[in-house]
């Protein structure tokens, strides 16, 4: 699809985002996603990082991650997603940022809008695809940490977990996690599910058969012996596990590999760095090393589920940008069908 250069913007609001994902099955578009990335036909350069510390002494960030969804119609754009730790306490959401989509053959942008609910909705809509992947059912779900994508992961995953009937709540702020069972209470009880507040980390992790870190810490704290022989980790905050549960794990399965490598903040990069880890392809470094599995594109390609029979398995997602590159074009093209959005001049 090629526009005038030089068209009008067109612009979604977060409320007209909510609106037109609500026309759309996240899940199954991020399947799709991981499923193209596996045939090798995405493009996901590495996220530029800026890192700072704002005057009130907060780590910010912004990131930038362009990519490309190839195939008869590219889908190409970015996201600009950006986040200060002190937003918390100000009351004001920690992460917040812009979705674009370039045109593919002008290159030019056409399309910007809020990038926060398309990236929590991808970020859940990847975790229900590694949880759709396990074999064994899931009757206790554990969230680590009760922000925005806790929220997400509620709204994907609750309606899709037929056997579930406990969901275990810890926040480290015990105000965010009973605020949460208040907000989502309904809800759960509606589809039989019971929502539990735990004291500790340790106690919403023991016994789970899911576990979702969705918090901010930067250091481990996952005890591998607070977790069943058979649970799923789906590290989405990529540092709450120690080394050790990566180590002792059954299968590790990434989105990608070379972003998770390339980083040298969060735990796997590190311990690629540290020789503990390395790829499918890559040769055993020179001491006892874990290998990472595979994708959870290559499961989807092969229709195979995870290893979740053996010991623990580590789902350790990234985040890849053409995750919301795809799921924001597909937000445009709903938003276009239902007539929302704003047009902004050039
Ligand atoms: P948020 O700030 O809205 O919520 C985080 C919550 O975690 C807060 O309620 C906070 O009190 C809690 N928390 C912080 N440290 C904790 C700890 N040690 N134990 C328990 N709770 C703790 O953040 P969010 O938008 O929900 O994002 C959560 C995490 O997900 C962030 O680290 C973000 O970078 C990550 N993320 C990952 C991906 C991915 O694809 N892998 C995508 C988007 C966001």
């Known amino acids: 699809m090629s526009r005038q250069p030089m068209s009008d913007l067109f612009y979604l609001t977060r409320a007209d985002v909510a609106q037109a994902l609500s026309h759309i099955d996240p899940v199954a578009v991020a399947a799709d996603v991981l ?30 991650m362009p990519g490309l969804v190839g195939g008869q119609e590219p889908v190409v754009g970015t996201k600009i997603i950006n986040a200060s730790l002190g937003n918390t306490a100000r009351g004001i959401p920690r992460a917040d940022g812009l979705t674009f989509l370039f045109d593919p053959e002008t290159a030019h942008p056409y399309a910007m809008m809020d990038a926060a609910l398309i990236s929590a909705t991808r970020t859940a809509a990847v975790s229900a695809v590694a949880v759709g992947l396990r074999t064994r059912p899931v009757l206790r779900l554990a969230f680590l940490g009760c922000g925005a994508q806790a929220d997400a992961h509620l709204g994907l995953l609750l309606p899709r977990l037929g056997d579930l009937t406990e ?15 208040e907000k989502h209470q309904a809800a759960a009880e509606a589809v039989g599910v019971r929502l539990t507040v735990a004291a500790t980390a340790q106690e919403a992790v023991r016994g789970s058969d899911v576990v979702v870190p969705l918090t901010t810490v930067t250091k481990g704290y996952i005890r591998a012996e607070w977790l069943l022989p058979t649970a799923t980790v789906v590290h989405v905050s990529l540092d709450d596990l120690l080394a050790e549960v990566v180590l002792g794990a059954a299968q590790v399965v990434v989105d990608d590999w070379q972003l998770v490598r390339s980083d040298p903040r969060r735990l796997l990069g590190r311990m690629y760095r540290e020789g503990l880890l390395y790829g499918q392809d890559e040769p055993e470094p020179g001491r006892p090393a874990k290998r990472v599995d595979g994708t959870l594109g290559e499961l989807l390609l092969k229709e195979t589920p995870l290893a979740d029979g053996d010991g623990v398995t580590v789902v ?21 069908e239902l007539g929302i959005g704003s047009r902004l001049p050039r």
Do not use: C, I, K
């Open 35 to 64: 499923r193209a990335h596996a045939r090798g036909e995405t493009v996901v350069p590495d996220e530029g990082y800026l890192g700072w510390t704002t005057a009130d002494g907060h780590s910010a960030r912004s990131l930038n």
């Open 316 to 336: 350790n997602p990234f985040g890849m940008s053409v995750q919301d590159v795809a799921l924001a074009h597909r937000v445009f093209t709903a938003a276009t």
């Open 167 to 181: 969901l275990a709540l810890y926040d480290q702020r015990p105000a965010a996690a009973a605020a949460f069972a």
